[in-house]
């Protein structure tokens, strides 16, 4: 079941829109803000609340980078990977901040702490490279200000 | 010179508000053009001023505007499309986080223009202080009435929504962005029917870029003549143009569009880095073709650039210097495609998967002869009108001029069986 709060967010959205359709993308990423992430159970919920088949939500879900079918760690490190910051030594952030952490791009730590995800540019090439932490631009990094940053998120 | 996209952003990093926006001669345009103007006196003059698309296809925005149909028999919207997700491109943001204002009126006189009742901003997830201040912004416009009901003392209304992307390099591609307004999967739609015929839910849409629709308030306020004075080209305005990579100063210069490759490069970005030698450049995102020493005196516009043979794009230029690797660029660059393509085409998701490996393969140092050929083939493979959008023929571009510029750098990754950057 969605919860009031949930419920009550997603129906906020409903006016904006002439279907209902159309809110399923931001029903899935309120549901992940409660729940972390968009699980079976958080599907159903929603396809049941929207009169949406699940499959096709599913189809919805696993399209976007920005949505988890997959639970994640208290917080989202985001690496850009993209040409600039690959020019400008991205990869020796990514480097650094997946043997720091012990897991893979794509991977969380085995505390739940963090999770490292590529992510495509982010539109700050003229300070690569950049990651972003959980809602939180970083920018001109070099792999040890990258790691001290990470520090800040418990 | 005249800066009139960023000269009221403010410096210290916060949005302008409602009220220094108005300050600044903000809303006037929007009133003369409620006041004084038809829509289609408003389409003319935008149409007079030269202004094309900033989002990278330079289509001329008047003649964009007149394609939605005369008559209204129904819902009809215009969507910004901030959903900024070239590589390499950072000018939209700019405009986004230091001015939401500019960008709403633009929106509005376009939407009057157009005779639209509902508009939207389609904003990349990850922009979350663009977020903040374009909702700020839609907040502060209804409450002055700028927005709503009878905007601004007249008999038009308008809403204007932000809705923000779960993010996906397709959605900037005008026809994905449109299934994904509708919460599907950002695959693109067929052409025609073109979106001014049918868009959004079935109805007449445009699609505009941000930067675009910033330059309407302008043009409104100063004339179509104007606009075109600012230019060094026959495209009218300013630009945002950019640079990235190993040059002295990276960063973001509102120029006279028009302004050469040379002048950016040298004058505002300072040059290469100490003891780097400038090899070539993409001169606007990562899905145009590469330009090296020789195109330096090329002015930037989408003419220009084109028969020098490439594409302005987004303008934003990424920097290849001498201690790069050519082939790790456009692996760098082919991976991003590859991963980014939505898997509609056949062209697009098996030949850009297949390139991608050739290029990574090379760079490990297992090229095999042969391998530039098969690259070359699948640019061909990727050209313009074997797939439903522009991805494809995108990706094609960067790959197929580094075939042409940079060979030598390819062969030498076969011959030697390895990429002769790594050790340096």
Not at chain 1, 32 to 43: F, M, N, P, T
Not at chain 2, 82 to 111: C, S, V, Y
Not at chain 2, 211 to 235: M, Q, Y
Request: proline letters at 6%.
């Amino acid at each position: 079941m969605l919860s009031p709060e949930e419920q009550q967010e997603i129906e906020a959205e409903l006016p904006r829109y002439p279907t209902k359709q159309a809110v399923s993308i931001d029903a899935m990423k309120i549901v992940q803000k409660h729940r972390g992430w968009v699980s079976d159970e958080a599907l159903q919920d929603i396809s049941e609340f929207l009169g949406l088949s699940c499959s096709d939500l599913d189809g919805v879900a696993t399209f976007y980078n920005l949505l988890f079918r997959k639970p994640v760690g208290r917080h989202v490190v985001y690496i850009c990977d993209s040409v600039s910051c690959w020019i400008m030594g991205g990869t020796g952030i990514a480097e650094r901040l997946t043997q720091r952490c012990g897991a893979r791009l794509g991977e969380s730590t085995a505390d739940g702490r963090f999770t490292l995800l590529p992510i495509v540019c982010l539109g700050a090439c003229d300070h690569a490279p950049v990651m972003m932490v959980d809602d939180d631009l970083h920018l001109d990094l070099e792999p040890a200000k990258a790691e001290n940053i990470l520090d800040r998120y418990k | 010179m005249e800066t009139p996209l960023t000269q009221n952003i403010p410096r210290d990093g916060q949005p302008l508000d409602r009220k220094g926006y108005e300050g600044a001669g903000g809303y006037q345009a929007l009133r003369k053009v409620l006041r004084s103007m038809t829509p289609a006196e408003v389409v003319e003059e935008v149409k007079t001023s030269n202004l094309r698309g900033r989002g990278g296809a330079g289509f001329p925005t008047g003649m964009k505007w007149s394609f939605m149909p005369k008559e209204v028999t129904g819902p009809r919207y215009l969507v910004a499309n901030a959903d900024e997700m070239e590589p390499g491109t950072f000018k939209d943001r700019f405009l986004l986080e230091g001015n939401p204002h500019q960008l709403l009126e633009g929106m509005m006189i376009a939407a009057y223009a157009m005779q639209v009742n509902v508009a939207y901003v389609f904003l990349r997830g990850e922009y979350k202080r663009a977020a903040q201040a374009i909702s700020q912004g839609i907040a502060e416009a209804y409450a002055a009435q700028y927005l709503g009901k009878e905007i601004a003392g007249s008999s038009y209304s308008l809403d204007i929504y932000l809705h923000l992307s779960a993010g996906r390099y397709m959605c900037g591609e005008e026809t994905g962005l449109l299934n994904a307004l509708e919460g599907k999967r950002a695959n693109p739609r067929a052409k025609p029917p073109f979106p001014p015929v049918s868009g959004l839910w079935g109805k007449p849409t445009t699609v505009n870029n941000v930067e675009t629709l910033c330059n309407v308030p302008h043009i409104i306020a100063n004339g179509a003549a104007w606009f075109k004075g600012l230019s060094r080209s026959k495209d009218g305005g300013t630009k945002l143009y950019g640079a990235s990579g190993k040059v002295q100063r990276p960063g973001l210069w509102e120029l006279p569009m028009g302004t050469t490759i040379r002048e950016i490069l040298e004058e505002h970005a300072g040059g290469m880095r100490e003891g780097l030698r400038f090899r070539g450049l993409l001169p606007g995102g990562a899905s145009t073709d590469f330009l090296t020493e020789e195109h330096l005196d090329v002015p930037m516009d989408f003419t220009e650039v084109q028969k020098a043979g490439s594409r302005m794009g987004t303008g934003t230029m990424i920097v290849l210097d001498d201690r790069t690797c050519p082939v790790g660029m456009v692996w760098n660059l082919e991976h991003f495609f590859a991963q980014e393509s939505c898997g509609w085409c056949t062209p697009c998701w098996s030949g850009l998967g297949w390139a991608e490996r050739i290029l990574s393969a090379m760079e490990a140092g297992r090229g095999e002869p042969g391998d530039i050929e098969k690259l070359a083939f699948q640019t061909k493979f990727l050209a313009p009108g074997n797939t439903f959008c522009a991805l494809a023929p995108g990706a094609a571009e960067p790959l197929q001029s580094a075939l042409k510029y940079f060979r030598d750098d390819f062969e030498q990754h076969i011959r030697e069986k390895r990429c002769p950057w790594r050790s340096m």
